[in-house]
């Protein structure tokens, strides 16, 4: 190998005259390296007709980019360069790896822990010329897109220097020539179900929600590898172009250059079919639960009617666990155990389970209850064992279990009941014992809830009215003190009035001052009045509620048998009033005569 003599040649593969000289040689590629001479770049463009040399190493000033990355655009580099005996660098021992991304049009250097890379003058300049080397070693062009690596391996020895040898693989940017960007094939974007946290088996919308959009496709470019090479982009591919079609009347669109985008004019929920999309505000389905539809939860806020039709009588309507929240519900069947219900209307054509809970903001209707219900008004045919809370309610039989409401209005009273009302209990019929009727007002949130901040309020306007008044005793009583000195001051500025004399400037400063406390004395007693007026009214408010049980009624349109008992609950100190009558006795009230209640039985 010693008698191997350096040869000079121009190429533009370095790597394949590498291989033919150590061939030619007979001797191994990996013992020959190579020194470059000279290097020039030329291209052929659209118009031009014969290969153009590049001045420097900016394509731009010669072309543009649209060119550049066009498959008609030819590029090319030739190399004159010497190649000798391979042989290691006295000082640098630069380990590392050329690497590149999928399309190449990007390239770095990978470099091994391993190297020994020292802290002298011109070592920038080594590290540049090996990385070189090994760019034409792997048919990559140089030159034209590696601008920026002074700058990094001036990043890579201040490291060094900062730290030490490398102690992992440091990866070196080298350049990235025209990177090709890719298209965006069209797409359409279900809003609608992206915005469905709770995993409801349909989905709310309110009207103006964003509910559907077609993202138009857009096309990429052609890129240009660090080979030189051409990178192919292909077309966007257009699959949903007319795949959204809308109803009009319950969905708008608008449009601009990036997409189209879908709204709901209407409350309800997206469907689809026949191909269309709709705002829909009526669904009906066998039944749910878990296996078959999940919880169904719109929120009451939109406009949606669910209506449940179970054929078969042995399984629930609303399975076990169901979450239902719709504005409207109407269900043939069963409410299984633990099922929780929140609905705006509410029909229940069968029987609630004793762990189920129903919440209704208006009117709910059920035929047979044993669960927990909370409406505004409740329409009960038959209660057994379970609890209603509502503002008004209308029970045909009731066998057990405990209403709380301001109006209550049973027809038949079986045993065993607990019925709280605000203003009026009215029974039809009792065929039963130990029922207990009450008039608790304070059982009532709203009312319990009107006391409570009255109580607290006038609370802290007496602690207010009290310091005002004590503030304005003391400001009265420091005023009349003044009042002396005020009339001699009075008397000394008119007296030199009637001279024709000027006041003196503090007099003028004091009688102003006393004129303004005594007008801010006067402002202060008119708002402690007002504020004394509001606390009476305050007051007589409250007295008001606290009456409320004298205002009630239970009407019983039936016969007493002794064995029911009637409690009235004093709002103001909870004191109870019970009575157990017997025989016909239609209304049972409470009657106040000078401090004391007592009952006042009416007969028709």
């Known amino acids: ?198 995993n409801s088996m349909i989905e709310g919308v309110n009207p103006g929600d964003l509910i559907l959009e077609y993202l138009f496709p857009k096309p990429g470019r052609h890129g240009r590898a660090c080979t030189g090479e051409h990178i192919h982009v292909p077309e966007p591919i257009v699959k949903y172009a007319s795949y959204v079609v809308i109803d009009p009347e319950t969905i708008s669109s608008e449009q601009d250059e990036e997409s189209i985008r879908f709204f709901s ?80 209307e509410l029909k229940i054509g069968a029987q609630t389970h004793r762990k189920s809970e129903i919440h209704v903001s208006e009117t709910a209707n059920v035929h047979l209850h044993r669960g927990n219900l909370k409406a505004k008004d409740a329409h009960i045919n038959i209660l057994e064992s379970g609890k209603v809370e509502a503002d008004t309610i209308q029970i045909q039989k009731m066998m057990g279990g405990e209403v709380i409401g301001r109006k209550v209005h049973v027809h038949t009273l079986y045993s065993n009941a607990r019925i709280i009302a605000l203003e009026s209990i009215t029974i039809d019929t009792i065929e039963g014992d130990g029922n207990n009727l009450i008039i608790n007002p304070h059982a009532i949130a709203s009312y319990h809830q009107q006391i409570v901040d009255l109580e607290a309020e006038i609370k802290a306007k007496t602690t207010e009215l009290y310091a005002d008044t004590k503030q304005l005793k003391i400001r009265k009583a420091v005023f009349v003190e003044k009042n002396s000195r005020i009339k001699e001051i009075q008397i000394r500025v008119l007296t030199k009035q009637k001279r024709g004399e000027a006041p003196m400037k503090a007099d003028l400063v004091r009688l102003q001052q006393y004129k303004s406390e005594r007008e801010a004395i006067q402002e202060a007693s008119e708002q402690l009045a007002e504020s004394e007026q509001i606390l009476e009214s305050l007051k007589e408010k409250l007295e008001k509620l606290y009456d409320a049980d004298i205002h009630a009624v239970v009407t019983h349109r039936g016969v007493y048998n002794g064995h029911n008992r009637i409690v009235f609950i004093d709002p103001k100190n909870r004191q109870e009033y019970g009575v157990s009558p017997e025989g016909a006795v239609t209304h049972i009230r409470l009657r106040k005569e000078n401090d004391e209640k007592k009952f006042l039985l009416e007969s028709e």
């Open 1 to 198: 190998m010693s008698d191997f003599v350096p040869l000079t040649v121009l190429t533009s593969n370095v790597m394949q005259d590498l291989k033919q000289a150590a061939l030619s040689q007979r001797i191994a590629v990996e013992n020959l390296d190579f020194d470059l001479l000279s290097y020039e770049t030329s291209f052929k463009g659209s118009v031009d007709e014969e290969w153009q040399f590049l001045q420097g190493n900016d394509l731009l000033t010669q072309t543009t980019e649209n060119e550049i990355r066009s498959n008609i655009f030819l590029l090319r580099q030739e190399y004159q360069i010497q190649i000798r005996l391979a042989k290691p660098h006295p000082y640098l021992t630069l380990d590392f790896t050329i690497a590149t991304d999928k399309t190449k049009s990007r390239v770095i250097a990978i470099i091994n822990p391993s190297s020994k890379i020292p802290l002298v003058k011109g070592v920038q300049e080594w590290i540049k010329y090996a990385i070189k080397q090994k760019m034409l070693r792997n048919s990559l062009m140089i030159g034209l897109y590696d601008q920026n690596l002074d700058r990094e391996i001036q990043r890579l020895i201040v490291k060094i220097q900062k730290e030490g040898p490398l102690k992992e693989s440091y990866r070196l940017p080298i350049g990235e020539f025209f990177l090709p960007i890719m298209p965006i094939n069209d797409k359409i974007v279900l809003h609608y179900k992206n915005a469905n946290v709770t």
């Open 265 to 344: 004019k209407v409350s309800g929920y997206v469907d689809r079919k026949q191909g269309m999309f709709y705002i829909s505000q009526e669904l009906q389905i066998e039944n749910a639960s878990f296996k078959k539809t999940g919880s169904i939860e719109t929120g009451i806020e939109k406009d949606i009617s669910l209506i449940i039709k179970k054929n078969v009588h042995d399984e629930d309507a609303v399975g076990t666990g169901i979450n239902i929240d719709v504005q409207k519900l109407d269900v043939s069947g069963t409410i299984g155990r633990n099922a929780k219900i929140q609905a705006c």
